[in-house]
């Protein structure tokens, strides 16, 4: 059981808006950062937000983070079939002074 | 360009030893600090341990902890990851990862491409 609530999937067809939203607690995603992977199978992760809603450098804008309170979401518009992935949240927490991942969510383009 | 590149992964016995490295380019190694994530197979992320730029602080998860040191040598820009008294829960594609490299916020960017450990009779 991950500290973090991500939903398992998540689906979507091409060009539409997805979201996927990361539940935790004030212990975590409520006084720290969050950041967002990207994993494609066979391949290690991939930084895609951090900071909340900071983009690195070659990420496209089609990508957005933001966090409210507790929650946190990631915002994918113009979906594209190469955009099938699975996605993490992960902060760091307070209280067990680890960080913690959310459980995963596995974006299917339809 | 900046690399991490794992090794020493393998297949160990219960209750066995390995020591993972982590071999750091491109980049100024003792300015960041490092940190070791897990991925069981089929499974999702699992951060395993955390080492600050001079070592001097030190974070493990719950599940490795009094079992597993990590270790940092800026002078050879190498990374450590020692894991003791494995169990079977262990096996898993051990990444290693940097961090932000500032005290303000922490991420994970870049990764290594993971070695894969084992545990099994």
């Known amino acids: 059981q991950s500290v973090l609530t991500q939903p398992p999937s998540v689906s979507a067809a091409p060009g539409q808006k997805v979201t996927i939203s990361c539940s935790g607690s004030s212990s975590n995603i409520g006084n720290n950062y969050v950041s967002w992977y990207q994993q494609f199978p066979g391949t290690a992760p991939k930084l895609l937000i951090y900071?909340?809603?900071k983009r690195p450098s070659g990420i496209p804008d089609r990508f957005s983070g933001s966090r409210s309170a507790t929650s946190a979401t990631l915002g994918i518009t113009g979906l594209q079939t190469g955009d099938e992935a699975d996605y993490y949240c992960g902060t760091w927490d307070n209280s067990l002074s680890t960080w913690v991942f959310g459980g995963g969510t596995k974006l299917t383009v339809l | 360009e900046v690399q991490l590149v794992e090794s020493g992964g393998g297949l160990v016995q219960p209750g066995g030893s390995l020591r993972l490295s982590c071999a750091a380019s491109?980049?100024?190694?003792?300015?960041?600090?490092m940190n070791w994530v897990r991925q069981a197979p089929g499974k999702g992320l699992d951060w395993v341990a955390y080492i600050t730029r001079s070592g001097d602080n030190i974070y493990y998860a719950a599940s490795v902890k009094g079992r597993f040191t990590i270790s940092r040598d800026n002078t050879k820009n190498l990374l450590y990851l020692q894991m003791n008294s494995l169990r079977a829960e262990d096996t898993a594609l051990y990444y290693c990862?940097?961090?932000?490299?500032?005290?303000?916020?922490?991420?994970?960017?870049?990764w290594g491409q993971g070695t894969l450990v084992t545990v099994s009779s």
């Open positions: 990862t940097r961090g932000s490299g500032n005290d303000e916020d922490n991420y994970f960017d870049p």
């Open positions: 491109g980049f100024t190694f003792r300015t960041y600090e």
């Open positions: 900071d909340n809603n």
